[in-house]
């Protein structure tokens, strides 16, 4: 058998740090989850696990809806 080489799992950062907390009125760190196109980054890229993910999601569709984050990304050119 050959040896394979497998990369260590990223921890999510909210998990690894509790004092990280998910708000939708903080929207710096809400664009750092969204591409260049407005849309939601996947957990793969992000490293964020499943809860968290979902809690992201809903935090920046909260902040979509509240007009802080905009649905497309022509205005963030």
């Given at each position: 058998?050959?040896?394979?080489?497998?990369?260590?799992?990223?921890?999510?950062?909210?998990?690894?740090?509790?004092?990280?907390?998910?708000?939708?009125?903080?929207?710096?760190?809400?664009?750092?989850?969204?591409?260049?196109?407005?849309?939601?980054?996947?957990?793969?890229?992000?490293?964020?696990?499943?809860?968290?993910?979902r809690?992201?999601?809903?935090?920046i569709?909260?902040?979509?809806?509240?007009?802080?984050?905009?649905?497309?990304?022509?205005?963030l050119?």
């Amino acid at each position: 058998m050959a040896n394979r080489s497998f990369h260590d799992r990223r921890q999510c950062r909210f998990c690894a740090d509790p004092d990280l907390k998910i708000d939708y009125k903080d929207i710096n760190s809400l664009t750092r989850f969204t591409t260049d196109h407005g849309k939601i980054r996947s957990r793969r890229q992000t490293g964020t696990c499943a809860k968290h993910q979902r809690r992201l999601a809903k935090a920046i569709k909260r902040a979509r809806h509240l007009a802080l984050l905009p649905f497309s990304g022509e205005s963030l050119r």
